[in-house]
């Protein structure tokens, strides 16, 4: 890896090694003109672009235009260029083999042959950046390249491999206890609950809603008795409250974002107006890290963290509607978006941090505010825990896959959504966010149970597992829908297959892999293989293919080479030796079948449910390999270490 450097780039710490230096950017032309700075590259036809982690479009990034400025958008559409995350990192695949990162918090467009320009263009907004390069004989060994560079993936607990339920609106301890019950009583597995906004006291951060949770470290106990965690959301805003201690110590120690007049920025979100921790100095991360105290002394042990683009609804500077008609006007396209989009700009333009004593506008560095915020209460959970904790957030940058993990926003109950969860994997594990999911189910609409039992069966293999909607949309807990015998099928799937999740999970960290691969990663010489774009590889042994569409009962399946096809319809895992070439195959909406690569492994558990329950040595083996290697420890200490591997070896039987 080799790196140009362009003027004094911001430090984002998204690269963990030291790099050599290098006077050129390879295959790109470069123009710097004013303060920006373009990158184009001619195409060939046969290229595939990978890369990007969380943007629309394809696996195969051609064809699409994409702006790196992190946005809270539910817009999930192929127009829309901008979601939550910043993740700039390309891999040209094809004709040349190049990997190409442009680290700078600043602004970037993509234009990726879009409109068939039959180049890449990147526009950098600004002339400090730094620009790192990799060369390797393909994408996967470039990727590999990558992800050492930046550092090993997040490692959660155990528990945050099991199935997690989530809904906005859940509103106090009876809507929880209803959720612990409705999984009891049909026997469905449950790990944690996630305990959306309203558990707040009037959504102000570091507090409960003692109304709705008298008692919140009993509550928090009683159910971790079952096994069960609470998981609280944590908003970027402080409120502006006299009496609010957080607001008063952060305004006394100067740790929160200053506006134009060098007074506190006031931004409105869903607490009324808040101010904007300074997530770029450091010593006000460690203090919002250290707040996370509030909650672990209840004993929680999870978190995750929302509006970290940081989202706006108003500020003091684009007041215009109070917060839910803002929101209203959005969602009913009341205002056009680019007048959002003028406002977004308006505000990020003027709010400052504090950095090494300089004065930096948050336009320039907007896009690692999130990175930044999920690194603050990473690194103090880190001290205040003597084991492993969940935490994901919703805006990230490369290098915040280090600290946490993320999920992919506000998508909705649809079946395109359900295929771009699927495209999404393996870009955002490029870029090193290992622990990654969709909101299962979808969080905008209704779902329906044909979707959701679809969902599940893609969100078995996806290591974070969390069904969560928005408020007053239909309900979307399995046990609400009919023949919930189906939920609990693919539901056992799910925990039957955590001992070979976890395992290779572990392993991908701690050797700085990939969990989730593109079929072509595994097979770079398949012509087909590198078409493919809905068959990913999971771990080492298993490649998935899942059906992502409304009425189907079956798919064709490319196989690059002999392979074990398993089918498990609730009970019993069914295999079938198949050989290379396309196949059809059939699942039913409770069934789940995916392949076992060729001398490849594929441990597999006990229907539990719960992960307290999961025995890592008590296994079944599918599949036609020799032997596995698997990764055992307890789940939460963070000694976690390649020594923890045991070969299980079936060479002589
Ligand atoms: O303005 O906390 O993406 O998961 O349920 C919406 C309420 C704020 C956005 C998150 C979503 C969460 C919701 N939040």
């Not at 539901?491 to 960290?509: C, D, G, H, T, V």
């Not at 296994?619 to 270490?641: A, N, P, R, S, V």
Request: negative net charge; hydrophobic residues 40%; glycine residues 8%.
């Amino acid at each position: 890896m080799y790196k140009k450097v362009f003027g004094t780039p911001f430090e984002t710490y998204a690269i963990t090694q030291t790099v050599p230096e290098t006077d050129e950017v390879k295959y790109f032309s470069v123009k710097e003109e004013g303060n920006q700075i373009t990158f184009t590259l001619p195409l060939e036809n046969n290229d595939i672009v990978y890369g990007l982690g969380e943007t629309m479009g394809g696996l195969n990034k051609r064809g699409g235009r994409y702006i790196s400025f992190n946005t809270d958008t539910a817009d999930h559409q192929d127009s829309n260029p901008s979601l939550y995350a910043s993740h700039n990192f390309l891999i040209v695949d094809g004709s040349i083999h190049f990997g190409v990162f442009f680290d700078t918090p600043a602004r970037v467009l993509f234009e990726i042959d879009y409109c068939n320009s039959g180049e890449i263009k990147v526009v950098c907004e600004t002339d400090c950046v730094n620009v790192y390069q990799i060369e390797q004989e393909n994408a996967y060994l470039i990727t590999r390249e990558f992800l050492s560079a930046i550092g090993r993936a997040y490692i959660p607990p155990l528990w945050a491999f099991g199935y997690g339920q989530s809904r906005f609106g859940y509103m106090n301890e009876a809507d929880f206890e209803a959720v612990v019950q409705g999984h009891e009583e049909n026997q469905l597995p449950l790990d944690y609950i996630c305990m959306d906004i309203d558990y707040m006291d009037r959504f102000i951060d570091f507090t409960v809603d003692k109304k709705r949770f008298p008692d919140l470290k009993t509550f928090v106990a009683k159910l971790k008795e079952k096994g069960i965690q609470l998981v609280p959301i944590v908003d970027a805003g402080i409120k502006i409250e006299p009496g609010n201690a957080v607001y008063e110590e952060g305004v006394a120690k100067g740790y929160f974002c200053k506006n134009k007049e060098d007074g506190l920025f006031q931004a409105g979100v869903w607490p009324g107006m808040t101010h904007f921790t300074d997530f770029l100095n450091s010593d006000a991360r460690a203090w919002f890290g250290n707040q996370y105290r509030f909650y672990t002394e209840q004993g929680l042990e999870g978190f995750w963290n929302d509006m970290n683009e940081p989202a706006i609804f108003y500020s003091e500077y684009t007041k215009g509607p109070k917060k839910l008609n803002m929101i209203l006007d959005m969602l009913l396209g009341r205002f056009r978006k680019e007048e959002i989009e003028a406002r977004r700009i308006r505000d990020y333009q003027s709010f400052f941090h504090q950095v090494n004593g300089k004065k930096v506008c948050h336009y320039d560095v907007h896009n690692i505010y999130g990175y930044f915020m999920t690194m603050a209460a990473s690194e103090q959970l880190d001290k205040i825990l003597d084991h492993r904790f969940l935490l994901f957030a919703r805006s990230s940058y490369i290098g915040a896959g280090r600290y946490g993990g993320i999920w992919t926003g506000d998508n909705t109950s649809c079946w395109e959504h359900l295929k771009l969860n699927v495209l999404h994997m393996p870009s955002l594990n490029m870029c090193g966010f290992l622990y990654s999911g969709a909101d299962t189910g979808g969080f905008m609409g209704n779902t329906n149970r044909e979707l959701l039992l679809r969902w599940l069966a893609v969100s078995a293999f996806t290591p974070l597992m969390r069904n969560h909607c928005g408020k007053g949309v239909a309900r979307q807990e399995c046990y609400v829908f009919e023949k919930v015998e189906e939920f609990k099928d693919i539901l056992s799937f799910r925990y039957r297959m955590i001992p070979y999740l976890y395992s290779e999970y572990m392993k991908a960290a701690l050797t700085g892999d990939m969990f989730i691969k593109p079929l072509a990663f595994g097979f770079p010489e398949d012509d087909w293989a590198r078409k493919v774009d809905d068959q990913l590889l999971v771990g080492g042994s298993i490649m998935m293919t899942p059906i992502l569409e409304e009425g189907a009962m079956s798919r064709s399946v490319y196989l690059p080479e002999q392979m074990t096809m398993v089918k498990y319809d609730g009970k019993e895992f069914h295999t079938m030796p198949m050989s290379a070439g396309m196949h059809q195959i059939e699942a039913r909406l409770n069934e789940v079948v995916f392949f076992v690569l060729k001398d490849k492994l594929v441990p597999i558990g006990k229907a539990v449910n719960n992960t307290s329950e999961v025995d890592l040595k008590d296994l079944q083996f599918l599949g036609d390999g020799q032997g596995y290697e698997m990764y055992i420890d307890d789940g939460m200490t963070k000694e976690y270490d390649l020594k923890n591997i045991v070969y299980i070896d079936f060479s002589a039987i």
